[in-house]
């Protein structure tokens, strides 16, 4: 007996079995190309950030970005798609299928994609040398958290949206801003103290403080359990919001 | 001019209306008495819209039964009811003996469902599209390939299976879609217009497939705009207009009821006022390109025609079909 989750989880493979050619550039590739560019050419200019180097500085951030990117990339299209155009979700509503299951299939889906990427990533930037403490293993599980928190509540406004037009909106001002000011690039401490809490209500901030202090072995600039925790939050309020999204979508 | 063709409905070579073969079906199905599908004053409002207004309905297993009606008239709001995917707005509803609210999931696992917009996986293949969706009914992997090789060869799609759905013709797309509501070997069957936009070479063929389905005691229930499908696939039908039903019973008895054995349609050159001219003749009912002439023997009713001197450019006699009850009970014809 396959539980429906599993057979959610299952279908979403099968398509990127399909797909996953486009998608290998921008999870694996990309990043690493960042690192290069960014870390070992700006970081000749920036020097050392923190006691560190740049590249091992901004390492953590690239990785929690990463993950905060392919689930917000990932919960767009396909999530609006499966309810328009491909009415996959009909599909499913069908059958035994229940909106919990369309959730957590979907969401598995898209931790097994950014699970495979950070530990590649992770991998790589191991061989750079940018890893200066152990506790830089439990990054991926960082990143998972991040891209749960990311895409439950993206998923959830893919399915209470018309028209696609609406994720240029998202793009520009949130995805963008968030990754600006999330402490990937920079320290917050930066940033005008006006500007500052910008980056305390972005899940990626709270990803991005929480990878660097697990790969530079420091601690985080709020107590960890509160990083989490703000994670938690985005990612519980994402799936009630999400569930309430399907549900009004699918009732008639 | 005579329309054989028309007449040949149950003669040699023909396919047999379902309604001769539905008794063996029943006792096939051998399920208890209680109705598969109950429904007691069902009403489903969109807003202030009223789409299904207070309808009843029993079928019981083994049976094919049948939902006509033009376009708006509810049919497929019903059916969205029946298959646990929208809930009555009021009015009692049992599916398989349970109550859709309670027991939706455990319902639709019994139920397959070909619903009126096609939803399959374009970027999957046939193949694919069966097996990914047997899964869902929590078939094992085993299992789920076995009924896989099983309905590629029923929708006879076998050639196709590895390909994508994508560039399949309309009419192999519809019959995936068939197919892959029969994955879970359902009780219950509920096709939402199964064969609108096809060919009359694919219609046939989806026809010979769901003729096959209701010998094997499958209970079907669908929804059409056309009179021969009806009549083709339906032991029983109820026409709906605006939400109720307004008429019911086997195709046969709806046309004894609302109809004749016969009509002819005549077509004359020019407009002058020949339905004056048919009276008495048998019922006669001006339509805007042509007069339907309702009696009990076509040939006599021609032959009328033309003692009293008239000459239309053209002669069709018929068999009466569901078209013409649809437009004896609403006054108005079905275009599709
Ligand atoms: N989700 C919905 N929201 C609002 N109105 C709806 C909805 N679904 C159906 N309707 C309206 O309810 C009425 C009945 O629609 P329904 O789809 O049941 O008709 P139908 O008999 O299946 O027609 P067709 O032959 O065109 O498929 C229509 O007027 C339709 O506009
Ligand atoms: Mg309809």
Redesign the interface.
């Known amino acids: 007996?396959?539980?429906?989750t599993?057979?959610?989880l299952?279908?979403h493979l099968?398509?990127y079995r399909?797909?996953w050619r486009a998608s290998v550039f921008s999870s694996f590739v990309l990043p690493v190309l960042f690192l290069v560019s960014i870390g070992m050419g700006v970081g000749g200019h920036v020097g050392r950030i923190g006691g560190v180097d740049y590249l091992a500085w901004i390492v953590p951030g690239v990785m929690a970005s990463t993950a905060f990117q392919m689930a917000i990339g990932e919960s767009t299209y396909s999530v609006l798609g499966d309810f328009k155009w491909?009415?996959?979700y009909?599909?499913?509503?069908?059958?035994?299928?229940?909106i919990r299951d369309m959730l957590a299939g979907w969401l598995l889906y898209i931790l097994l994609r950014v699970e495979i990427a950070a530990v590649v990533f992770l991998g790589v930037t191991g061989l750079f040398g940018a890893l200066r403490s152990p506790w830089a293993v439990v990054t991926p599980l960082v990143a998972a958290l991040v891209a749960v928190a990311a895409a439950a509540p993206v998923t959830a406004f893919a399915a209470s949206i018309e028209h696609d037009s609406y994720f240029a909106l998202l793009f520009r001002f949130v995805m963008i801003p968030s990754t600006l000011f999330a402490g990937v690039f920079f320290p917050v401490e930066q940033l005008p103290a006006a500007v500052r809490p910008l980056a305390y209500v972005s899940p990626l901030w709270h990803g991005v403080e929480l990878s660097r202090a697990a790969t530079l072995g420091g601690a985080p600039p709020w107590p960890a359990a509160v990083h989490v925790a703000c994670l938690v939050v985005f990612a519980v309020v994402g799936l009630v919001w999400a569930r309430a999204a399907f549900r009004t979508r699918?009732?008639? | 001019m005579r329309a054989e063709g028309a007449r040949a409905g149950s003669g040699p070579g023909g396919v047999k209306p379902f309604a001769e073969l539905s008794q063996a079906s029943v006792t096939v199905a051998g399920v208890s008495e209680q109705p598969l599908i109950y429904a007691r004053g069902l009403v489903k409002r969109f807003g202030d819209f009223t789409a299904v207004d207070g309808i009843d309905l029993d079928v019981a297993a083994g049976e094919a039964f049948g939902f006509l009606g033009p376009n708006g008239a509810g049919k497929s709001s019903t059916m969205r009811m029946i298959s646990c995917v929208s809930m009555p707005t009021s009015g009692e509803l049992r599916i398989l003996g349970m109550d859709p609210v309670r027991d939706g999931s455990r319902i639709r696992g019994r139920l397959g469902v070909c619903p009126q917009l096609d939803n399959l996986d374009p970027d999957l293949s046939v193949r694919e599209n069966l097996t990914t969706y047997a899964r869902y009914f929590g078939l094992s992997r085993a299992e789920a390939r076995r009924r896989t090789e099983e309905l590629l060869d029923f929708a006879q799609l076998r050639e196709k299976a590895s390909g994508a759905v994508e560039p399949l013709s309309g009419g192999m797309k519809r019959r995936l879609t068939i197919a892959r509501a029969l994955v879970n070997d359902p009780d219950l069957v509920l096709l939402d217009e199964p064969t609108t936009g096809l060919d009359p070479q694919a219609r046939h063929l989806l026809w010979e497939r769901l003729f096959r389905l209701k010998q094997r005691g499958t209970t079907l229930v669908l929804t059409t705009h056309y009179m021969d499908e009806a009549e083709q696939l339906c032991d029983r039908l109820v026409v709906m207009d605006g939400g109720r039903i307004v008429a019911q019973g086997s195709p046969r008895s709806l046309i004894e009821t609302y109809s004749t054995p016969e009509v002819v349609e005549l077509r004359f050159p020019d407009e002058a006022d020949y339905a004056g001219k048919l009276e008495g003749i048998g019922r006669v009912d001006p339509l805007p390109d042509r007069i339907l002439l309702y009696a009990e023997d076509g040939d006599a009713a021609v032959a009328e025609v033309h003692r009293r001197g008239l000459a239309p450019s053209s002669v069709l006699v018929r068999r009466s079909s569901l078209e013409d009850v649809f437009l004896q009970l609403t006054g108005r014809t079905l275009v599709d």
């Open positions: 007996m396959a539980h429906p599993v057979a959610v299952e279908r099968f398509l399909r797909l491909v009415r996959g009909h599909a499913m509503r069908a059958t035994p299928v229940e699918l009732q008639d």
